[in-house]
Nanobody
Framework: QVQLVESGGGLVQAGGSLRLSCVAS????????MGWFRQAPGKEREFVSG????????YYTDSVKGRFTISRDNAKNTVYLQMNSLKPEDTAVYYC?????????????????WGQGTQVTVFS
């Protein structure tokens, strides 16, 4: 199993930026798809973005397209989520997830490994 640790959350004014990081350790990081999910109070956990092992295949939920960018550095076993033009509705706990697969999944139950989450709060 792979252990995932997120960092980079915080409090930011609307229009601002944050960069989340997720470092993986443990078993091999190869052929390991990763995703970012978020969960706001009273809401279900939702897919934000995903990236395949090769890094050139990425997906985003519609609400973050053009504002968020996912990337990964396999040499550092790290995936990033650059979040720009943040809005109050982006406020949530953000979770990193991973799975040894060539595919990118949009639902939480497809991912085996999860981080503990990092809080992102956007105020207007």
């Amino acid at each position: 199993q792979v252990q995932l640790v997120e960092s980079g959350g915080g409090l930011v004014q609307a229009g601002g930026s944050l960069r989340l990081s997720c470092v993986a350790s443990g078993r091999t990081f190869s052929n390991y798809a990763m995703g970012w999910f978020r969960q706001a109070p009273g809401k279900e956990r939702e897919f934000v973005s995903g990236i395949a092992w090769i890094g050139t295949i990425t997906y985003y939920t519609d609400s973050v397209k053009g504002r968020f960018t996912i990337s990964r550095d396999n040499a550092k076993n790290t995936v990033y989520l650059q979040m720009n033009s943040l809005k109050p509705e982006d406020t949530a706990v953000y979770y990193c997830a991973g799975m040894n697969t060539a595919n990118i999944y949009y639902v939480p139950h497809e991912y085996r490994d999860w981080g503990q989450g990092t809080q992102v709060t956007v105020f207007s």
